[in-house]
């Protein structure tokens, strides 16, 4: 189980994947968006998504967990 | 002289439009969102109304929000800085309907320099050289390999009414350039609200050079030097400096007398800028766009002119006669340099939001700081992440530089991660303090 945690303060811009789906290392799950920037992030890991913890439009702080990859 | 002004805009602009405000004995307004609430700027201001919440689009980009505050606070003129709606034709005019004065040039002016393919072909029309491109928009991908046939590769990939770097690719060849696209127009889109998308020959060893003109309420337009702003990450400005160290005297008198010609091709007035892209090996230029606006980087042409540029701001758009002698060619005196600090880490460059802890601004002999934050304000994700301008100035470009290293290591910043450990490693780079460098130097300096 790998979770992906926000790096920073941000807006979610945008949701790419929905629980369930299969990713690979390196897809794009959420691009996030602070100080005028758009910032993805990646899974970093081959998995499924087991858990989405953001959806579009929410605020994210440092360290909030995104997403759970299992 | 209008007797008050409201200034359209937030952080360290908001605060250095104030200064010299006060000092003309203009009574300053100031707008906040909820994000800004505790920013000196606010408290600086002689009068401070609320707008609302942080997103720019409910309170800096809100032209009725703005309108409303100056009429509830009698201000006579607006200030839009740069950025938000300084480059807005439609802003402009309804300041100047309900009876404000507008401090920048007419929408006219505006409107035609702010869609980068009209600018080009009036910019070709009044004989200022431009790269090979697009006269027309660009409609789809197919269209863009039809067209950089024709161009030549690389091509340059960028949005027609865009700025700041933002949507801005450079393509290679024919699969890159139709992903370039579509990134692109998605955020045309979305960043500037249309999508019309131009291409042009892309220089990777270019330098960006820009001329600062002043268009005079009687109709002149003078040029004031020009700003290197070669020193970029992701297509935005890091670092400038004045005089420009890659380029000869005659090239520099060239791109003077091209950005008096573009000023008059539009009856430019007010402090405008003129960016081009210099092949340095070549001594040739052509001509990037028109920013029509208080541009971020204008404390170096204060540095080594003398020159209040947001005060022959307010004179210009008062109608009245500049500061300084207009007839006498302004010439600059030593050297000046502009560090950009953001709140970045700075190896990778990306966004540090974060509540500041500690903040001591260098200061001494040559030094200027221009900033939009102290101890305990905090740096929200809302805005650009700019906390302050670290301008050095020196009889020469080597004494700029040994200020600026100075105050670099002087300048304490605690909470957000700041770029100020890259401004130490520029500072002791090779290449840029040989001054022969380009676009291409913080990538070179990232390289793994």
């Known amino acids: 189980m790998a979770e992906v945690r926000a790096e920073m303060v941000a807006n979610v811009w945008k949701v790419l994947v929905s629980e369930g789906d299969h990713v690979d290392d390196g897809d794009t799950l959420v691009i996030l968006e602070s100080m005028k920037m758009e910032i993805p992030v990646l899974a970093e890991d081959v998995g499924t998504v087991t858990k989405l913890h953001v959806a579009e439009g929410d605020v994210v702080q440092e360290d909030d967990l995104i997403a759970e990859i299992g | 002289m209008f007797d008050s002004v409201l200034i359209a805009n937030r952080g360290e602009i908001a605060r250095r439009i104030i200064r010299t405000a006060r000092r003309m004995g203009i009574r300053s307004i100031a707008v906040y969102s909820d994000a800004d609430e505790g920013l000196p700027y606010v408290s600086e201001a002689d009068e401070a109304v609320h707008l609302g919440p942080s997103a720019p689009a409910q309170s800096y980009l809100d032209a009725a929000l703005l309108l409303d505050a100056a009429r509830k606070t009698g201000a006579a003129a607006v ?143 003078l040029a004031l030097g020009e700003r290197d ?31 008096v010609r573009a000023g008059e091709a539009v009856g ?10 210099v092949d340095a090996g070549e001594g040739t230029f052509v001509f990037l766009e028109m920013n029509t606006r208080l541009q971020v980087e204008h404390p170096v042409t204060e540095l080594v002119t003398g020159i209040d540029l947001v005060e022959q701001q307010f004179l210009i758009a008062a109608g009245e006669p500049v500061s300084f002698d207009p007839s006498a060619p302004v010439a600059p005196h030593g050297h000046a340099i502009e560090l950009r600090v953001y709140a970045e880490d700075p190896k990778r460059f990306l966004p540090s939001p974060g509540k500041i802890s500690v903040w001591e601004e260098p200061s001494g002999p040559g030094v200027r700081v221009d900033s939009g934050y102290a101890a305990g304000t905090t740096v929200t994700p809302f805005y650009d992440p700019l906390l302050a301008k670290l301008c050095t100035y020196g009889a020469t470009r080597e004494e700029a530089l040994e200020r600026a290293r100075l105050a670099v290591a002087a300048f304490r910043v605690e909470g ?17 303090v040989s001054g022969d460098y380009d676009t291409g130097l913080v990538s070179r300096m990232r390289q793994p």
């Open chain 2, 416 to 432: 957000p991660k700041t770029n100020l450990p890259f401004h130490a490693e520029l500072l002791g780079n090779a290449e840029f």
């Open chain 2, 268 to 277: 430019y007035r007010g402090a405008g800028t003129v960016e081009c892209l």
């Open chain 2, 79 to 221: 200030h839009p800085g740069y950025g938000f709606l300084a480059e807005s034709a439609r802003f402009a005019s309804a300041v100047s309907a309900a009876g404000l004065t507008w401090i920048g040039p007419s929408p006219d002016a505006i409107d035609r320099m702010g869609d980068k393919i009209r600018a080009r072909n009036l910019m070709a029309a009044a004989g200022v050289p431009v790269a090979p491109g697009s006269s027309s928009p660009v409609a789809d991908a197919d269209a863009a390999v039809a067209e950089a046939e024709r161009i030549g590769y690389p091509v340059m990939v960028k949005a027609a009414a865009g700025g700041g770097g933002i949507g801005m690719s450079a393509a290679y060849d024919d699969d890159e350039l139709r992903k370039a696209f579509d990134t692109a127009r998605t955020r045309a889109e979305r960043f500037f609200g249309s999508p019309e998308i131009l291409l042009e020959r892309y220089l990777s060893r270019a330098r960006h050079v820009e001329v600062q003109i002043l268009g005079l309420a009687d109709g002149r337009v």
């Open chain 2, 229 to 259: 702003c070669s020193v970029q990450r992701r297509h935005q400005k890091v670092a400038e400096e004045t005089p420009s160290p890659g380029i000869s005297p005659e090239l520099r008198a060239e791109m003077l007398a091209a950005a």
